[in-house]
Structures are given as structure tokens and as C-alpha cells.
T-cell receptor
Framework: SQTIHQWPATLVQPVGSPLSLECTVE??????LYWYRQAAGRGLQLLFY??????ISSEVPQNLSASRPQDRQFILSSKKLLLSDSGFYLC????????????FGSGTRLTVV | GDSVTQMEGPVTLSEEAFLTINCTYT??????LFWYVQYPGEGLQLLLK?????DKGSNKGFEATYRKETTSFHLEKGSVQVSDSAVYFC?????????FGSGTRLQVQP
């Protein structure tokens, strides 16, 4: 069966520090991968998606970047965090991007102080 | 562009009450529609889906019918439990990704 792992679960980082969040999927090949952010009490904002290795689409220009160095690995990064980067970050995968729906990871709660 | 609009919460109900969470959509054609649920401190889980007009998705006692006449996909449950307390998101595909509604928080009191 397919599983998705996301870590760390919780992270507290000072302003100006770098960030690296990792997401891996097991049990499938060539998944579509997604990063979403959920600000406190708000809905989900799509940040990045990837349909293959090295293929990254950015939905919102901002202080973050994403990479997909391997087929089932998706990394969210920042060189210098801002206070506004605080939120709940969710990774998701899908087999098809129109009909199948997503499977989400358990999320990373990031607090920038 | 394609979008979903959900009723604002929070929705507070007593146990065994009837639940309706409204979701309306704007879309070109007839995309698949989804309901996701987020329990406290967790990621989202797919609750149910409908892939074409007039389809009814159901799971764990929840139901939603894809109604093209009213462009709606309202979530219903006949008798809620305390364990149903969560945030519920309506979603549809937009380009290569899902776009989500703003979420509706449900609180069920014993």
C-alpha cells in the first residue's frame, strides 16, 4: 500500500534562518506531488506542485522554493525565513491530478519566532 | 475561474443532530468534487467524492450529492457524533491541482 511521510512534525525557527521540510512517498511510482500551506484558522493555499523529477510549478511567488531530487521525494526550502512563513505545511500526492483525489501527509507545524 | 465556496463556521451541534455544510462551485464543465476532513492537529483525509453530475458520494455516514442544477455539493449527516468534530473542506480540480474551500469547523457537543 502507498504511504506518505512528512517531517518534522513541529519546527520552531528564528527569523532569517533556513528551512528544509521533506516529504517522501512509498509504494507508488511517478506520483504528482504537492505542497500546501494552511495559515492559522484559514484555508489551504497551494504553494508548489510537481508532475515529475525536476519539474516544479510555483503557484505563489514568495520566500519559498521546492525541489524534487528523486521520483518520490519532495522538499520545501527557504534560505531566510520570515515571520509570515509560519503555518501548517502539508504535503500530498496523487496518481492522477483530475479525478483521483489526494493523500495528505500529517503536516509540519512551523513557527517562525 | 473554477472555485468552491463554503458556508462559514463554526457550526455547533448537539450529538445526534442533523448536519448540513453547504458547498457551491463554479466550474467549466463537470469536474469531480471532493470533501476532505481535517481532525485537530492532523493532515487532511479524503472523506468522499463524486465524479459526475447526480452522483452521490458517501462514507462514514456522510453523504453529498453532485447537483449540476444548483451547482452544489452539500455535505450531510443524519446523526453527528462528538468524534465528527473537525474542519471540513470542499474541493475541486483547478488546473493540475485541487483548490479548496475555506473550510468549515464543526463542533459537536455531547
Amino acid at each position: 500500500s502507498q504511504t506518505i511521510h512528512q517531517w518534522p512534525a513541529t519546527l520552531v525557527q528564528p527569523v532569517g534562518s533556513p528551512l528544509s521540510l521533506e516529504c517522501t512517498v512509498e509504494g507508488t511510482s511517478n506520483p504528482n506531488l504537492y505542497w500546501y500551506r494552511q495559515a492559522a484558522g484559514r484555508g489551504l493555499q497551494l504553494l508548489f506542485y510537481s508532475v515529475g523529477i525536476g519539474q516544479i510549478s510555483s503557484e505563489v511567488p514568495q520566500n519559498l522554493s521546492a525541489s524534487r531530487p528523486q521520483d518520490r521525494q519532495f522538499i520545501l526550502s527557504s534560505k531566510k525565513l520570515l515571520l509570515s512563513d509560519s503555518g501548517f505545511y502539508l504535503c500530498a500526492w496523487s496518481l492522477t491530478d483530475r479525478v483521483g483525489g489526494y493523500t495528505f501527509g500529517s503536516g509540519t507545524r512551523l513557527t517562525v519566532v | 475561474g473554477d472555485s468552491v465556496t463554503q458556508m462559514e463556521g463554526p457550526v455547533t451541534l448537539s450529538e445526534e443532530a442533523f448536519l448540513t455544510i453547504n458547498c457551491t462551485y463554479t466550474a467549466t464543465g463537470y469536474p469531480s468534487l471532493f470533501w476532505y476532513v481535517q481532525y485537530p492537529g492532523e493532515g487532511l483525509q479524503l472523506l468522499l467524492k463524486a465524479t459526475k453530475a447526480d452522483d452521490k458520494g458517501s462514507n462514514k455516514g456522510f453523504e453529498a450529492t453532485y447537483r449540476k442544477e444548483t451547482t452544489s455539493f452539500h455535505l450531510e449527516k443524519g446523526s453527528v457524533q462528538v468524534s465528527d468534530s473537525a474542519v471540513y473542506f470542499c474541493a475541486l480540480p483547478l488546473g493540475r491541482a485541487l483548490t479548496f474551500g475555506s473550510g468549515t469547523r464543526l463542533q459537536v457537543q455531547p
